[in-house]
C-alpha cells in the first residue's frame, strides 16, 4: 500500500476516486507546523534558527499520517506544485522524521497541474525528492515576514498608539493607496476648454472633428485655457471654409491577451464579476480541487496560484479543436500562440490558468456550480480560449480638415476605426477601455480635397480630473509590476490591510483609514527604506535567486537584519514630539487641508492664538490646540475646523466632539463623538440619548448632519416580506449592519452601504438565510452568527462562523478552528465533519446540540476540603461526607449521564485546612 498526502479533504476525496486500493490518500490541512506567534520563533543570534511548533489541528493530522503510515511501503508527498505546496510536504516529512516514524519506507515528491486522472497517474510515475531550493526561499521569506513583523510592530505600538502591525509586503501596498490619496489631496483642478465641430460631407455624411492647431502652432489638450479664448475660436471656426487636407487609414491587428495567471485572473474577476481577489482564489481552488460533474468528480482547472502564461501543447490542440467547431476555421490562425512570462523570474514555471478540458463549455457545466463557481469558469474558459483565436482586424482612419477665415488657418482632426474582422472579440475583450471613444467611431467615407459643411460648433469648459483611487484590481497589477510580493500573496495582502482597518472600499475603490495615513507617514518618516517599492522589490529577487540555489537563504536574512537592526535601534530614543514633528510634515495636507477663507489651516479657531498639531491619545490620533489646558479644542484627524465646533470632554488626549447641527424634528443638538470603541453620532444629552455607532467603511471625516440623521433613525424599514407581509428591517447592531425580519437576522457585506441598501437587496438576504444561507443572530454574549453547512451524520447542526480569533465550526458544544488553508467562505460540510469529530476526540466534548453531554472525565478533588456535610446512603441512612467526600459536580453530572458503569471515580485525598 503507498500513502499519499496532499493538503486538503476535497482534494483527497477527488484523487482517491483516480488510484485504486493500492493507494490510500489523506490531507494535512495545509501546513501542520508554524512558528509560535511569540518573540524567539526565529533567532537571529542562532544563526536564524526557527522553532516550528505542532498544535492542535496539526499534532491530529500528523497522528493520522503516522498511522496510515503502518503497512505503508512507500510514501508519496503530493502537495501544491509552488513553493507553500513544497513547504507543506517538508514539513509533513520533518515531522515524521522527528517522530521517527518513517522506518526506512522511501520518500517521493510528486507534482500535477491539474487535479485529473491523467495528470495524477502522470506525475506517479515521474516522481522527484522534494526540492531544498524551493523550501529555503519559502524559509527565507516566512523568517523575513516574521522577524518585521514581531520587531518592527511593538516600536508601532509605543510610538503611534491605535496601528496595529506592519509588514514587510503589507506596509508597502499601504504606502501605494496613501501615496495615491496624497496625490488626490495635493491636486487643484486646472480648466480647459475643448472646441469641436460637427461637419458632413456632400453625401450628408456626419462626424466630429477636434481643433488640434492654429496658424502653425499644435494646440494640445490643455492648451485653451480660458473661456476668452475658446470663444475667439469658435467664432473663427464660425465662419470658415472646411474641407479634407489628408486622409489616411491604417490597417490594424488586435491580438488576443495571453490566458490567465493568477494576478490577471484577480484582476478581471474584480473587473467583471466584482469577487474580491481573496473571494476570486477561494472559488478557484474549489474548481481546481475538484467539484461533483454529473456523479463523477473532477478538477475543473489547472493550478491557479501560477506565474505562467504559456498552456500545454494538448491544451492548446483541444482550444483550436473548439475554436474550430464553436466558430469556424476562420478564427483558428494559422499557427498555435505562444505565450512568455514577461517578469524578470518565472517562480516556478507552471501553465497558466485554464479549464482541464476545453471541449467543458461553461453551459455544459453550469447547473452543477454554484452561481459563483459558474460565472468564474465561464471567465477562464472564454480567455483561455480567446488567447488561441485569430486576432482582430481593424482598419483606423485618421482626417485632417483645414479651416480658412480671415487669412487664418486652423486645423482640425477626427479619428475613426472599423472592425473588418473581430478575431477573438467575438468571444473576449478584456474588462478595460482599450482605446479612446472617438477612435472606436466609424467615419464616412472622404478623399483629400473634399469640401466640408459646417453643421455645428461646440466650445465646451472642462477640468481636469485627480488620479483615480486604487481597486484591488488596479492596486494588484501595480503591485506586480513593481515586483512586489508575489501572486499568491496579493489577495492576503489585501485582505490584512482591510483587516487591520487600515483600508476601507468605497465604492469598489481603496481608501486609506486615518490609521493608515499615520502608519505610512511613520514608517516613511523612520524606516523610509523598508517601504521603498526598489528595496522591496530587490529583496523579492533575492529570494527568487534562492528559490534558483543561486544564493544561500541565510545570506539574504543576514544582509536584511544587520541594516534592521541598526534602524529599529535609532527609534529607542525617539521622543513624542519628534514623532509627531514627523507626521506634522508628511501628513500636512491631509490633517490641515486648506482653508476656504485663505487662513492659517493650522490656526485654532477657537482661541485664535493656538496652533493646531497632532496629538497622540490613548485611543490614538487626534488634532488638538498647543494652548491646552487654555484651549480645550479637539477634532478628529480629517475634520477640519470649519465643520463646527468642537471641546475636549476629558483633557489632553480625550477624543473631540463635533457639533453637526440640530435635528430638524426634536431641535436636539447632533453631534460627532470619538469613543472607547471607535467613532459615534448622538442626539442631544442626558442619561441615555439615541446613539449610532458608524460602520466599519465610514469616516468620522465622512459624516455630516444628513448622514448623522440617517444613521440615528436606525434600525428602520426597508422592504416588506415578500410571503409574510411583515417589515424587513436594517439596523447597525453588536456584531454590525444587518438587516431582520421577525426572529430572523442576516450579515450585510461590508461592500454594502447600510445608508443606501435597497429594498431588494434586503430581501435577497432574508430570504437567503431563512433558506440555509446562515445560522441565526444572537444578542448578548450567545453565538455569533454564521452560515449553516447542514447536519452532522452523528445528528445537529453544523455552521461556520467568524470568531474574535478566526473563523470556526460550531457543532453543539464543540468549537473547530478552521485551518489556515481553509476559508470561512469555502468549507463544505465534509471539511467540518473531519474537523468538529477531530476536536471532539481531542477535547472529549461531544457535539450535536442541546442535550448532549460531556464525554466521562476522571473526576477532580475539590481544592479545599468543606466542613462535613451528611449524605444519605443507598439503604437512606446518614453518613458523613469526611468518610465517603461528595462527587464533584461534573463528575456527578457524568455519572447521572452515562449509568453505573460510569461511576465517579474515587476523590483525591482533600486539601490541608
Excluded at 40 to 45: A, I, L, M, N, T
Excluded at 529 to 548: G, H, I, P, Q
Amino acid at each position: 500500500m503507498k500513502l499519499l498526502v496532499v493538503e486538503s479533504p476535497a482534494k483527497a476525496k477527488t484523487i482517491n476516486k483516480y488510484l485504486g486500493s493500492d493507494y490510500e490518500v489523506v490531507a494535512s490541512f495545509g501546513h501542520i507546523r508554524d512558528l509560535p506567534a511569540k518573540d524567539g520563533s526565529v533567532d537571529p543570534e542562532d544563526d536564524f534558527r526557527m522553532l516550528w511548533e505542532i498544535e492542535g489541528r496539526g499534532a491530529k493530522q500528523v497522528s493520522e499520517i503516522v498511522k496510515a503510515l503502518k503497512g505503508a511501503d512507500k510514501l508519496i508527498l503530493a502537495t501544491d506544485p509552488d513553493r507553500e505546496g513544497e513547504a507543506i510536504s517538508w514539513h509533513v516529512l520533518e515531522a515524521l522524521n522527528q517522530k521517527r516514524a518513517l522506518k526506512g519506507i522511501p520518500v517521493e515528491r510528486v507534482t500535477f497541474n491539474a487535479v485529473t486522472k491523467d495528470a495524477v497517474q502522470k506525475a506517479l510515475a515521474n516522481p522527484r525528492q522534494v526540492d531544498q531550493a524551493l523550501v529555503d526561499a519559502y524559509l527565507a521569506r516566512r523568517a523575513l515576514d516574521y522577524l518585521v513583523g514581531f520587531t518592527l510592530s511593538p516600536v508601532l505600538w509605543r510610538k503611534l498608539p491605535g496601528a496595529r502591525s506592519a509588514g514587510r509586503v503589507q506596509s508597502v501596498a499601504l504606502r501605494i493607496v496613501c501615496d495615491r490619496e496624497r496625490e488626490i489631496e495635493a491636486f487643484r483642478a486646472r480648466e480647459y476648454w475643448s472646441l469641436v465641430a460637427t461637419l458632413a460631407t456632400a453625401r450628408g455624411g456626419e462626424f466630429e472633428a477636434r481643433l488640434v492647431g492654429a496658424d502653425g502652432k499644435k494646440i494640445s489638450r490643455l492648451d485653451i485655457g480660458t473661456g476668452e479664448e475658446a470663444k475667439a475660436f469658435k467664432a473663427a471656426l464660425e465662419t470658415a471654409a472646411f474641407a479634407v487636407s489628408n486622409v489616411e487609414a491604417k490597417p490594424v491587428k488586435r491580438h488576443p491577451h495571453p490566458p490567465f495567471q493568477t494576478s490577471t485572473l484577480q484582476q478581471e474577476a474584480s473587473r467583471k464579476l466584482g469577487m474580491a481577489p481573496a473571494r476570486a482564489m477561494q472559488v478557484a481552488q474549489r474548481l481546481y480541487e475538484g467539484v461533483d460533474i454529473g456523479g463523477e468528480t473532477v478538477g475543473l482547472i489547472t493550478y491557479m496560484r501560477t506565474d505562467g502564461v504559456d498552456m500545454d501543447s494538448s491544451a492548446i490542440a483541444a482550444a483550436r479543436s473548439v475554436i474550430s467547431k464553436e466558430f469556424g476555421a476562420r478564427y483558428v490562425p494559422n499557427a498555435p500562440r505562444k505565450y512568455t512570462v514577461k517578469a524578470k523570474n518565472a517562480q516556478e514555471a507552471h501553465e497558466a490558468i485554464r479549464p482541464t478540458d476545453l471541449a467543458r463549455l461553461p453551459a455544459m457545466v453550469a447547473r452543477h456550480l454554484e452561481p459563483e463557481q459558474a460565472k468564474l469558469y465561464e471567465l477562464i474558459w472564454t480567455r483561455t480560449i480567446a488567447s488561441q483565436m485569430e486576432s482582430a482586424e481593424m482598419e483606423r482612419t485618421s482626417v485632417d480638415i483645414s479651416a480658412t477665415v480671415s487669412g487664418r488657418q486652423l486645423e482640425l482632426r477626427a479619428s475613426g476605426q472599423v472592425v473588418l474582422f473581430d478575431g477573438f472579440l467575438k468571444l473576449y475583450q478584456e474588462g478595460r477601455d482599450d482605446e479612446e471613444d472617438e477612435d472606436s467611431r466609424k467615419l464616412p467615407p472622404m478623399k483629400a480635397g473634399d469640401p466640408l459643411e459646417k453643421r455645428a460648433i461646440a466650445a465646451d469648459q472642462h477640468f481636469t480630473e485627480p488620479p483615480p483611487r486604487y481597486s484591488e484590481a488596479s492596486l494588484v497589477k501595480r503591485m506586480e509590476e513593481l515586483g512586489i510580493g508575489r501572486p499568491s500573496t496579493y489577495a492576503a495582502t489585501l485582505s490584512t490591510l482591510r483587516d487591520r482597518e487600515y483600508v476601507r472600499i468605497e465604492k469598489k475603490r481603496l481608501v486609506p483609514e486615518d490609521k493608515g495615513m499615520l502608519v505610512t507617514a511613520f514608517l516613511e518618516s523612520f524606516f523610509k527604506r523598508y517601504v521603498e517599492f526598489d528595496f522591496t522589490a530587490n529583496l523579492e529577487e533575492k529570494l527568487d535567486r534562492v528559490s534558483n540555489a543561486e544564493i544561500d537563504f541565510k545570506v539574504v536574512l543576514r544582509e536584511f537584519w544587520d541594516e534592521f537592526t541598526r534602524a529599529i535601534g535609532e527609534t529607542k530614543d525617539l521622543r513624542v514630539t519628534e514623532v509627531l514633528e514627523a507626521l506634522n510634515g508628511v501628513l500636512g495636507a491631509h490633517v490641515f487641508p486648506t482653508r476656504e477663507d485663505g487662513g492659517d489651516p493650522r490656526s485654532c479657531q477657537v482661541c485664535g492664538t493656538g496652533t493646531l498639531s497632532l496629538k497622540l491619545g490613548k485611543f490614538g490620533a487626534f488634532v488638538g490646540c498647543s494652548n491646552y489646558p487654555e484651549c480645550r479644542y479637539t477634532r478628529p484627524l480629517t475634520v477640519s475646523a470649519a465643520d463646527g465646533e468642537a471641546t475636549a470632554e476629558g483633557g489632553q488626549g480625550a477624543p473631540g466632539v463635533r457639533i453637526l447641527g440640530k435635528d430638524p424634528v426634536t431641535e436636539q443638538e447632533v453631534t460627532l463623538r470619538d469613543g472607547r470603541f471607535g467613532p459615534y453620532v448622538q442626539l442631544g444629552e442626558g442619561e441615555k440619548p439615541k446613539r449610532s455607532s458608524l460602520p466599519k467603511g465610514m469616516s468620522a471625516g465622512d459624516v455630516g448632519l444628513e448622514k448623522a440623521l440617517a444613521l440615528l433613525s436606525l434600525p428602520r424599514e426597508v422592504a416588506r416580506h415578500p410571503e409574510s407581509g411583515e417589515p424587513i428591517l436594517v439596523g447597525i447592531g453588536r456584531y454590525g449592519p444587518y438587516v431582520q425580519h421577525g426572529k430572523t437576522y442576516a450579515n450585510i457585506d461590508r461592500d454594502d452601504d447600510i445608508l443606501e441598501l435597497g429594498g431588494n437587496r434586503a430581501i435577497d438576504l432574508i430570504v437567503a438565510k431563512e433558506s440555509g444561507g446562515g445560522g441565526r443572530r444572537f444578542g448578548g454574549g450567545a453565538a455569533v452568527p454564521g452560515r449553516e453547512l447542514g447536519e452532522h451524520p452523528a445528528g445537529g447542526a453544523l455552521v461556520v462562523r467568524a470568531g474574535k480569533y478566526g473563523p470556526y465550526v460550531n457543532w453543539g458544544k464543540v468549537n473547530a478552528t478552521l485551518p489556515k488553508a481553509l476559508a470561512q467562505d469555502s468549507i463544505t460540510l465534509e471539511q467540518a465533519v473531519e474537523l468538529v469529530n477531530a476536536k471532539a476526540e481531542s477535547s472529549g466534548v461531544k457535539g450535536g446540540g442541546k442535550g448532549k453531554a460531556k464525554a466521562p472525565a476522571k473526576a477532580k478533588a475539590p481544592a479545599r476540603a468543606k466542613a462535613p456535610a451528611k449524605a444519605k446512603a443507598a439503604d437512606g441512612s446518614a453518613a458523613k461526607a469526611a468518610a465517603k467526600p461528595k462527587a464533584p459536580a461534573k463528575a456527578k453530572a457524568s455519572a447521572k449521564t452515562t449509568g453505573a458503569s460510569a461511576a465517579a471515580p474515587k476523590p483525591k485525598a482533600a486539601a490541608k485546612g
